[in-house]
């Protein structure tokens, strides 16, 4: 599906970024038809955890969700919420790496943003799950500076979290066993904090393609600048002793993953 709307004569940003949620909706569409269980901003599904936790329990979480929400952007309801939320760089690059890392890995792995819970909570933007194991091989963080104080506290955080003795937890987790998807907490994954400029967050959604199916060369290019980022903080966690084993095992094999990912894209 191609995104084609009327081009806002005054307004080129703002049809870019609808161009990009219609990209979102798109990808959860398609991950609600395989069983992922996801809303239409690729977000995991709390209420789909019904099995694993008490509605109770759920309905105290999206509370506390809609708690930070109101604290934050006040006076404003859900839908005012969204679109205020939507005016910041970190949504929008949330949104721009969820669509790129569909688009170039979809067919191998799953892609999805965390829920609210754990987005707000636990600090976890992205899962990224393998078909073929079935196991959360990581998740993302996201930092929309390159430099300075945010960057370097980005940096320190995530680094500190890998190298814990008390693993980063994710209470709306996801797994696959048999095909089928398996809700549930999730621990002893690697976490990767993913950073980038704010000009070049602005070109890479103007630049994105109108369909999953078209990867533009600006798509590639700022693909590889992401993969390229992962891997050098793989590199500098292998300098450092990690106490979590399972996390280790888990680095270990997205090491390799990622290795295949640079031999097929050219980074």
Same mark, same amino acid.
């Given at each position: 599906m191609v /995104?084609?709307? !009327?081009?806002?004569?005054?307004?080129? !940003?703002?049809?870019?970024?609808?161009?990009l949620k219609s990209l979102e909706r798109e990808i959860s569409s398609r991950l609600v038809e395989a069983g992922i269980?996801?809303?239409? !901003?690729c977000r995991v599904f709390m209420?789909? /955890?019904?099995?694993?936790?008490p509605q109770e329990e759920i309905n105290r979480d999206k509370g506390e969700v809609a708690r930070l929400e109101n604290l934050w952007y006040k006076d404003k309801n859900p839908d005012e919420i969204k679109e205020e939320r939507l005016?910041?760089?970190?949504?929008?690059? !949330?949104v721009l790496k969820t669509v790129i890392f569909n688009k170039f890995l979809g067919e191998d792995f799953i892609v999805v943003r965390s829920s609210p819970y754990d987005d707000y909570k636990n600090q976890v933007d992205n899962l990224f799950l393998d078909k073929k194991t079935g196991n959360l091989v990581c998740a993302f963080d996201e930092v929309t500076s390159l430099s300075g104080k945010e960057f370097e506290d980005k940096k320190e955080k995530v680094a500190?979290?890998?190298?814990?003795?008390?693993?980063?937890?994710?209470?709306?987790?996801?797994?696959i066993?048999?095909?089928?998807? /398996?809700?549930g907490a999730s621990q002893h994954f690697p976490i990767f904090y993913l950073a980038i400029r704010p000009e070049v967050l602005k070109e890479g959604i103007k630049r994105a393609g109108a369909s999953l199916e078209e990867k533009t060369d600006y798509e590639k290019k700022l693909f590889t600048f992401l993969v390229d980022q992962i891997d050098l903080q793989i590199k500098d966690l292998e300098l450092s002793p990690i106490y979590d084993k399972e996390l280790l095992s888990s680095l270990r094999f997205f090491k390799g993953v990622l290795g295949e990912i640079k031999k097929d894209w050219g980074s």
């Open positions: /995104f084609k709307p !009327e081009v806002p004569k005054n307004n080129i !940003e703002s049809y870019d970024i609808e161009k269980p996801v809303d239409d !901003e209420d789909s /955890f019904r099995e694993i936790y005016k910041r760089d970190g949504e929008q690059f !949330e500190r979290r890998n190298r814990s003795k008390t693993p980063t937890n994710l209470k709306y987790g996801l797994m066993k048999d095909g089928a998807v /398996f809700g």
